[in-house]
């Protein structure tokens, strides 16, 4: 075999498995590359991780598929040469072309957990080793029928490569979790006329719930783990007495079942971010399911465990608070959203609030979480945040608005400066939404400045908490411990 045809077989069969494992797996846990996006997730350390998130908080996942894609590609490169070298030498060709389809197959088989589809990886990248292998002829020139055999090989590669995308690019392994409106109550509907009714009226300015498909999403995976409801249980470990579980039936025929208004943000949300949002919650009050057991924690913290291995430790007090949610806006919690099982923790950052949860392990003493490993500490409670989310200027004024959220602290006012800090003004608030938990939610609101001069102005916002403390200026990044700060932009009129 010529040396381009050893570098194109391997590397372009390698890249044919990719085409062919996405086709049928898509962004999924049969897809070849989501085991080493598991492992970059895993192993990136927590201060790259804030760096990317700070200088380019949508791109993180992004990044991490990048990096395991060329890992992938890599890995399976080598095992192609490997294969395929050793069965040309020791053998015949033949023997490459079926070695390579069996060992890259086995290999998919095993990183995925799924057999069948991993023949898809398999296959394509023995039909690149037959394809070169099928015309042996020596080259005489530079432009050889072997480097037309690489140049035809990869742009036959490319092909498959974007039908593959096409085709896998909507592939789930598993169906979608219905969204049948199972959970859509009387309370439910009461409590999003609430929102809508209380929502101020500005164009540009989401409302006051946040759809499930435009909630935000983050996980430390690049495919969800799947959990029927019918296979759920909550285990209780540790230092506590009466461990017996807690199935999914026994939360959906709960007395104490309810439905609550709830906000959520990421730890790694910047000040002018994205990902908060707020929904209506349907599920059951930890405190009910913790009632008729003793728990004799010597830190009193808690380990919350998940179906995907994430885990993160808190304080026991903060636990009680909790909230298991079963439900989100009336329909079924949605796979990316803890699809059967969700906890919430009110006024904590999102990633206290668990999804696909799968246990409560009651401490003797303190340990870190998953974040808390790779050096974060988003434990605590919310930082306060106000966030500049429209701004509609016509010839006799300019309207600001956006969203303020302070946790369980509560938002009573927010201010607005349009000079640079100097003097400030109140702005209009939405009223407080009725049913939440423990008064965990963001707050809508607007200011109007009429006549203003023409040039750029710099506008700044803060929230003052129910307590009267004034949100501080002082400006964070989201690593380590959540980002914070006024809200500024540069406004030309």
Not at 72 to 89: H, N, Q, S, Y
Not at 351 to 368: D, G, M
Not at 434 to 455: I, K, N
Not at 461 to 475: I, K, N
Request: aromatic letters at 8%; proline letters at 5%.
């Amino acid at each position: 075999m010529l040396d381009t045809d050893r570098v194109a077989v391997h590397t372009l069969a390698a890249l044919a498995a990719v085409a062919g494992s996405f086709a049928v797996g898509g962004t999924t846990l049969a897809f070849v590359v989501t085991p080493a996006y598991d492992v970059v997730a895993r192993y990136t350390p927590g201060l790259l991780v804030g760096v990317v998130v700070t200088q380019a908080p949508g791109l993180t996942d992004a990044v991490a598929y990048a990096v395991a894609l060329v890992l992938t590609v890599a890995a399976l490169t080598l095992l192609v040469a490997l294969t395929v070298e050793l069965a040309v030498r020791l053998v015949d060709s033949t023997v490459a072309v079926f070695g390579t389809a069996v060992a890259v197959t086995a290999v998919a088989a095993v990183a995925t957990g799924y057999p069948f589809r991993a023949l898809a990886a398999g296959l394509p990248a023995g039909a690149v080793v037959l394809y070169f292998l099928a015309d042996p002829r020596p080259a005489r020139v530079a432009l050889s029928p072997a480097r037309r055999r690489v140049l035809r090989a990869a742009g036959g590669v490319a092909a498959f490569g974007a039908l593959a995308g096409y085709v896998g690019r909507d592939v789930a392994v598993r169906e979608p979790v219905p969204a049948d409106g199972r959970y859509r109550s009387e309370r439910v509907a009461a409590l999003e006329a609430d929102a809508e009714r209380n929502a101020l009226d500005v164009e540009g300015l989401p409302g006051l719930l946040s759809a499930n498909a435009e909630f935000y999403t983050v996980d430390i995976n690049s495919a969800d783990p799947y959990v029927e409801s019918a296979d759920w249980s909550l285990r209780f470990e540790g230092a506590v007495e009466n461990t017996a579980p807690v199935d999914f039936d026994a939360l959906v025929t709960h007395d104490a079942r309810t439905d609550a208004v709830d906000t959520l943000r990421c730890v790694s949300d910047p000040v002018d971010g994205t990902l908060t949002d707020t929904a209506v919650w349907t599920g059951v009050p930890v405190a009910a399911l913790l009632e008729g057991r003793t728990i004799s924690s010597d830190c009193g913290c808690v380990m919350v465990h998940a179906a995907d291995d994430y885990h993160v430790e808190f304080p026991l007090e903060a636990l009680r608070e909790g909230f298991l949610a079963i439900g989100m806006n009336g329909d079924p919690l949605p796979r990316s959203h803890g699809h059967p099982v969700r906890l919430l923790v009110p006024g904590h950052w999102g990633e206290v609030n668990v999804k696909w949860v799968t246990s409560f392990e009651f401490l003797e003493r303190e340990a870190e979480g998953y974040w808390e490993q790779r050096g974060w500490h988003g434990t605590g409670p919310v930082n306060a945040v106000t966030k500049i989310w429209a701004t509609r200027q016509d010839a006799e004024r300019v309207t600001l608005a956006g969203v303020a959220y302070a946790g369980t602290r509560g938002v009573a006012r927010v201010e607005v400066s349009v000079d640079g800090g100097d003097t400030w003004r109140d702005a209009r608030l939405s009223e407080p939404l009725e049913g939440t938990l423990d008064g965990d939610v963001w707050r809508q609101w607007a200011y109007t400045w009429d006549s203003p001069p023409s040039g750029d102005h710099e506008i700044r916002a803060r929230a003052v908490t129910e307590d009267g403390t004034v949100q501080p200026q002082t400006e964070t990044g989201p690593f380590p411990s959540g980002s914070s700060g006024w809200a500024e932009t540069t406004l030309t009129v």
